[in-house]
């Protein structure tokens, strides 16, 4: 993607609804993109959910979705750890491990970044948090 | 050990503030979430307009530029109610009147100040209101038994014939009963290392609820917002409440002052909990859904069905959906409303825990109107 | 001069249903609201005068139909004028009040600060459909409008006789004085800012604004609301307007938060600059 065009997608998340949850941080639907480098980026959006134990999750609601295998966050530097099944643009299912790192806590914009390795593959992901409940 | 770099960020600040001003008095909120109290401003310029309006009052004033055109100012002072209760009126001064401000500026770079001390056209302070200001209004009060209704059950609003309404909380966050910590009047810790002993947080409500104390207040969606206090907070906002007992309703209004001047319906016959006021589980409320029964002479309300858009406390305490709230509310006299909340969340915290305060009957006042929309530049 | 007004608005309010019914009756018969038709009778509190509320046991609350201040053909809010005798041409509305309305009005009333969460008072209060209720507290001398949108906010009509205040502060509601005339509650109201709309019209306001407003029930599901208006600052003389609200019987207020799902907070923060959205 044009970086110019990174920043106006940044932007028009940055007008994006005022009223972000403030329970967990990780709660909510967080959209973005995952893949092995700039020209080969795959939409996601991952809906989580926390219960008080453990987080669960929602990859790509809708017809192919996918339940979330497992995730962790450590709170004493917001890193976050996860490990599922993933299916890419062209159907093909991908196990991987990632793990990242949230920012902007506090906020309503906030991120969350990082790497993911597969048997074959890697590369990194990059994720909003998105207004509403 | 992680805070250490923040944390001295913080007090130097903070040691910057005491060593050139005092501290404004009677802050009503954080006002961190909109000013930078670590940048310090002068300005001299002529009265353009006041806006006498609540919660903050403001006065504008053009400030000369070298060569050029000058700068319309916002200058934002205390509540009105509070500055005509300190004895200053919209009429004090007139436009066209030199004035000096010192204080502290907008955030966002805005042409917007927080007053910490108005020098008038002959050098004298102005538009301050003492720190004590609630003290002393609350100091005369005639005392008495708590007033009743014919059948004994106790009022929480006025004897007929009377007016006033509920104010100055004696705590300023929540805060489990027994745990000794000092806050500042927004819910913000004196000493962060305080922040575990605060409540039976879970490992990351702690964390956030210690990144919301060293980001000092600024995130608070009450102020950068307007989202309203639900849960307790309602009861910490430092503009008061007032309760309408519809006795042959069944149900009792809470009118608040602060915030948007919201009111939150508690049923008193002890309905079921459902879709009472449009809410349930796929509806979560900001006030959630509150049912209440008489113990003796104590109100017990029971509210569930909250979201989680807003801050349930001063200084940030994070809840979840699965928040349950007991609250009661017991008028021990004429001037005294004990207020108790005990806090259920397994979202968020290791067990139940029980925070309680004081809230003093302001007599002979009515209830301001005051929105949080209103001020927001 | 007052009692003039008054007793223009007391005439107002004796052909109120009849103005309102030959207004609605040439235009389409079934549109008629239904709650016009209630051969209940009000219901009467302990005094036995007419209760504004549920009757005993009962709830519900008043929410606007069709309702507007006045008839204005070319608002893109035309249609929801159906109750409302007065049209816009004959409001005397001062030169710059009418091309600030009109202005507004080209704009599609896009500027309207009640959609940045404001609270607005007089007869815009009540114009929201998601209703309110009037709920007297007579052992307290004060009747409250308590309103589920509007902010879901509440204004208090102080009942004991006082007046109103010197150097009120201007206020979204301003300070009300009311009585019961009958079983008419009959609301003075100054002291109003000019922050917000009085009107769902776009019709202008200012500090010098005074409302004399009258509730009546003619039936249990109908609340006429007459309303005269005088500003000697937006306009040449004092005029006279209404419109019905129907009773949604056994429903309770709900929470309603403008800013929950306002999508555009750097508009509803603010002075709500014309410029901050998209008309």
Redesign the interface.
């Known amino acids: 993607m044009p970086r110019y065009l990174s920043a106006l997608l940044f932007l028009a998340m940055l007008?994006?609804?005022?009223?972000a949850q403030q329970g967990h941080p990780l709660v909510g639907t967080w959209q973005g993109y995952w893949g092995t480098d700039d020209n080969n980026r795959n939409f996601l959006t991952l809906i989580l959910n926390w219960d008080g134990q453990k987080l669960s999750g929602l990859i790509n609601p809708g017809p192919g979705s996918t339940e979330l295998g497992s995730m962790n966050m450590d709170s004493s530097n917001w890193s976050v750890s996860l490990e599922t099944d993933l299916t890419d643009d062209d159907g093909m299912q991908v196990h991987i491990n990632a793990q990242g790192k949230l920012d902007n806590v506090g906020s309503m914009n906030r991120t969350m970044t990082g790497t993911w390795q597969s048997a074959s593959d890697s590369g990194s992901f990059t994720l909003e948090r998105q207004?509403g409940p | 050990m992680r805070y250490m770099l923040v944390r001295t960020i913080v007090r130097i600040s903070r040691i910057a503030v005491l060593c050139g001003f005092v501290e404004p008095a009677l802050a009503h909120h954080p006002v961190q979430a909109k000013f930078d109290d670590s940048r310090q401003l002068e300005l001299e310029g002529q009265i353009t307009a006041i806006d006498?309006?609540?919660p903050h009052a403001h006065i504008y004033i053009n400030v000369p530029q070298d060569g050029g055109t000058p700068v319309n100012w916002a200058i934002e002072l205390a509540d009105?109610t509070e500055l005509e209760w300190s004895g200053w009126?919209?009429d004090t001064l007139a436009p066209g009147a030199t004035i000096r401000v010192s204080g502290y500026e907008a955030r966002n770079g805005s042409h917007q100040i927080w007053a910490e001390k108005v020098l008038g056209p002959d050098n004298t302070e102005m538009f301050m209101v003492p720190d004590d200001l609630i003290q002393q209004k609350l100091a005369n009060r005639p005392s008495g038994p708590t007033p009743r209704w014919p059948d004994g059950q106790p009022r929480l609003?006025?004897a007929?014939?009377q007016?006033g309404y509920w104010t100055a909380p004696g705590k300023n966050s929540l805060v489990e009963d027994g745990v000794n910590v000092a806050f500042d009047k927004h819910g913000m810790l004196e000493n962060i290392n305080d922040s575990s002993k605060v409540a039976p947080f879970q490992d990351w409500a702690h964390d956030l609820y210690a990144l919301r104390q060293l980001n000092d207040g600024k995130d608070d969606p009450l102020f950068l917002?307007?989202?309203?206090p639900g849960g307790p907070r309602q009861f910490q906002v430092p503009y008061g409440v007032q309760f309408?007992e519809?006795r042959?309703?069944d149900r009792i209004?809470v009118?608040m002052s602060g915030g948007?001047?919201?009111?939150r319906?508690v049923y008193t016959d002890g309905r079921e909990d459902v879709t009472?006021?449009?809410?349930n589980d796929d509806n979560p409320?900001?006030?959630g859904r509150s049912s209440a029964l008489w113990e003796g002479d104590s109100l017990v309300v029971n509210t569930t069905g909250f979201n989680e858009?807003f801050w349930f406390s001063n200084g940030g305490l994070p809840h979840t959906r699965l928040l349950e709230l007991t609250e009661k509310f017991n008028r021990t006299d004429l001037n005294t409303l004990r207020y108790e909340v005990t806090v259920n969340d397994p979202g968020a915290y290791t067990r139940p825990w029980t925070s309680s305060w004081d809230l003093q009957w302001m007599p002979g006042e009515?209830l301001p109107?005051s929105?949080c929309?209103?001020n927001?530049? | 001069m007052i009692k003039k007004h008054l007793n223009r608005s007391r005439l107002t309010t004796a052909l109120g249903l009849m103005l309102l019914l030959t207004t609605i009756e040439p235009l389409q018969a079934q549109q008629r609201p239904g709650f016009l038709e209630d051969d209940r009778p009000a219901p009467r509190n302990e005094e036995g005068r007419v209760s504004l509320?549920?009757a005993?046991g009962g709830?519900g609350y008043w929410a606007r139909r069709t309702g507007n201040l006045v008839v204005n053909p070319d608002s893109y809010e035309a249609r929801a004028t159906l109750n409302s005798p007065i049209h816009i041409d004959d409001v005397p509305l001062k030169d710059w009040a009418r091309t600030l309305t009109n202005f507004r009005h080209d704009l599609y009333l896009a500027s309207e600060p009640y959609t940045?969460?404001?609270?607005a008072g007089g007869p815009r209060q009540i114009m929201s459909p998601y209703g309110f209720e009037i709920?007297d507290?007579p052992?307290?001398?004060r009747v409250?409008i308590?309103t589920t949108s509007n902010?879901?906010?509440?204004r208090?009509i102080f009942m004991d006789g006082r007046e109103h205040p010197e150097?009120l502060?201007?206020?979204?509601?301003g300070h009300s004085i009311g009585h019961w005339e009958g079983d008419t509650l009959v609301v003075d109201t100054v002291g109003f800012?000019e922050?917000s709309w009085f009107s769902r019209d776009g019709l202008p306001t200012t500090t010098a604004l005074h409302l004399t407003e009258r509730y009546s029930r003619p039936n249990f599901s109908t609340l006429i609301y007459d309303v005269t208006i005088d500003d000697p600052g937006a306009y040449d003389a004092p005029w006279d307007s209404g419109f019905v609200l129907g009773w949604n019987e056994g429903e309770?207020?709900?929470?309603y938060?403008c800013?929950?799902?306002?999508?555009?907070?750097?508009a509803?923060?603010?002075?709500g600059r014309i410029s901050s959205i998209a008309p």
């Open positions: 007008a994006s609804p005022a009223i207004g | 006498w309006s609540s009105p009126q919209p609003g006025p007929p014939g007016t917002y307007c989202i309203p309408v519809e042959n309703r209004f009118l948007n001047g919201n009111w319906l009472q006021v449009s809410g409320l900001f006030y858009g009515e109107e929105y929309q209103d927001r530049q | 509320g549920p005993p709830a940045r969460c404001k609270p709920v507290m052992d307290l001398d409250y308590i902010a879901m906010t509440w208090v150097n502060r201007p206020s979204y509601f800012n922050k309770e207020l709900f929470e938060v800013q929950e799902n306002n999508v555009s907070p750097d509803m923060i603010g002075d």
